[in-house]
Nanobody, 120 residues
Framework: QVQLVESGGGLVQPGESLRLSCRAS????????IGWYRQRPGDQRELVAQ???????GYADFVKGRALITYDGTKKTANLQMNNLRPDDTAVYFC??????????????WGQGTQVTVAS
């Protein structure tokens, strides 16, 4: 069974950095898209950064210059490096991927979410 496994959340102080990882478990996968989203308390889920096989990388305006998303095809893992974190970056961060297991139809999966708290 294919699933997205997230790691890297936690508590950091303002100005510090954090790296989130999202790994697609399972073998024989074609991955078309991996993105990181966040949901702040009381807000809707919003895109933070993405890696798309067709269009490349993209970032939300609120993280441009502070974040870098990379994808390791060998490990089927997307890493999101976030720097100069601010208290308003506090949220649950979710990974989402559009992929196709071999001999199966394309599916879209979400990870379980990982809490990031930025506070002094």
């Amino acid at each position: 069974q294919v699933q997205l496994v997230e790691s890297g959340g936690g508590l950091v102080q303002p100005g510090e950095s954090l790296r989130l990882s999202c790994r697609a478990s399972g073998s024989d996968l074609d991955i078309y898209f991996i993105g990181w989203y966040r949901q702040r308390p009381g807000d809707q889920r919003e895109l933070v950064a993405q890696v798309d096989a067709s269009t490349g990388t993209g970032y939300a305006d609120f993280v441009k210059g502070r974040a870098l998303i990379t994808y390791d095809g060998t490990k089927k893992t997307a890493n999101l490096q976030m720097n100069n974190l601010r208290p308003d970056d506090t949220a649950v961060y979710f990974c989402r991927s559009r992929l196709r297991p071999r001999h199966m139809s394309e599916v879209t999966l979400w990870g379980q979410g990982t809490q990031v708290t930025v506070a002094s």
